[in-house]
C-alpha cells in the first residue's frame, strides 16, 4: 500500500495526558499536512510542511499541540495536557508540489483521538 | 475569510434518481474548487476538481462546473448508486496557499 498511513487508528486518553501521533505520506511527497475534523464538521487546516520547515501554522494549533517532520519523510503530531475539547478525528495529507504548480492532497485514514 | 457552505443532509435519493448537492464559497482572488468524498471508514478521496471559471471537473459520472458569477461549485450525477452512499465534501484553495477550506460535509444516502 502506497497511500498516506496514520498511526494509531484510534486513541484514547485521559485529560491531561499527552499523546503522539504519527503520519508516514505517500513516498516522495514534499509536502505533508494536518487538519483536524470534529463531528459533522469538515477538515479543518492545522499546519503544514514542505519538506522539514514547517511553513503555516493556523490559529487552532494553540500552544499546547508541536507538529514535527525532522527529515522530511514521516511527521509527528503531539498534543500535550489534553482536554475534552481536542476529540476528534486528526487527518494527515500529503502532496507533491514542484515551483508554484499544487498537486492534489491524498489524505489518509485519520487517528480518531477521545479524551475522557 | 474563505469559507464554504453545502446543503446540509442527510439527501436520501432512490437508487437512479438524480442528485444535486448545492456548493456555494466566499474567497479572496480566484479559488481552484474541489470535490472530496468519504466512504465508510475510509479516509478523503479526491472526486474532481476545477481550477478556473467555467471549468467542469468530472469523475465516475459525477461532474460540477466552476460558476465565478454565482461563487457555486454544484455538484451532479444523472444516476446515482447504492454504492455512492458517502459523505460529499466541498472545498476550496486560493492563489498561493496550500490549505484546502471545506465545507460542512453532505451525506448521502441512496436506497434500492
Known amino acids: 500500500d502506497t497511500g498516506v498511513s496514520q498511526n494509531p487508528r484510534h486513541k484514547i486518553t485521559k485529560r491531561g495526558q499527552n499523546v503522539t501521533f504519527r503520519c508516514d505520506p505517500i513516498s516522495e511527497h514534499n509536502r505533508l499536512y494536518w487538519y483536524r475534523q470534529t463531528l459533522g464538521q469538515g477538515p479543518e487546516f492545522l499546519t503544514y510542511?514542505?519538506?522539514?520547515?514547517?511553513?503555516?501554522k493556523s490559529r487552532l494549533l494553540s500552544d499546547r499541540f508541536s507538529a514535527e517532520r525532522p527529515k522530511g519523510s514521516f511527521s509527528t503530531l503531539e498534543i500535550q495536557r489534553t482536554e475534552q475539547g481536542d476529540s476528534a478525528m486528526y487527518l494527515c495529507?500529503?502532496?507533491?508540489?514542484?515551483?508554484?504548480?499544487?498537486?492534489?492532497?491524498?489524505f489518509g485514514p485519520g487517528t480518531r483521538l477521545l479524551v475522557l | 475569510g474563505d469559507s464554504v457552505t453545502q446543503m446540509e443532509g442527510p439527501v436520501t435519493l432512490s437508487e437512479e434518481a438524480f442528485l444535486t448537492i448545492n456548493c456555494t464559497y466566499t474567497a479572496t482572488g480566484y479559488p481552484s474548487l474541489f470535490w472530496y468524498v468519504q466512504y465508510p471508514g475510509e479516509g478523503l478521496q479526491l472526486l474532481l476538481k476545477?481550477?478556473?471559471?467555467?471549468d467542469k471537473g468530472s469523475n465516475k459520472g459525477f461532474e460540477a462546473t466552476y460558476r465565478k458569477e454565482t461563487t457555486s461549485f454544484h455538484l451532479e450525477k444523472g444516476s446515482v448508486q447504492v454504492s455512492d452512499s458517502a459523505v460529499y465534501f466541498c472545498?476550496?484553495?486560493?492563489?498561493?496557499?496550500?490549505?484546502?477550506?471545506f465545507g460542512t460535509g453532505t451525506r448521502l444516502q441512496v436506497t434500492l
Open positions: 472545498a476550496l484553495r486560493t492563489g498561493t496557499a496550500s490549505k484546502l477550506t
Open positions: 510542511f514542505q519538506n522539514e520547515a514547517q511553513l503555516e
Open positions: 495529507a500529503s502532496s507533491l508540489t514542484l515551483g508554484l504548480a499544487e498537486e492534489t492532497q491524498y
Open positions: 476545477a481550477t478556473k471559471a467555467d
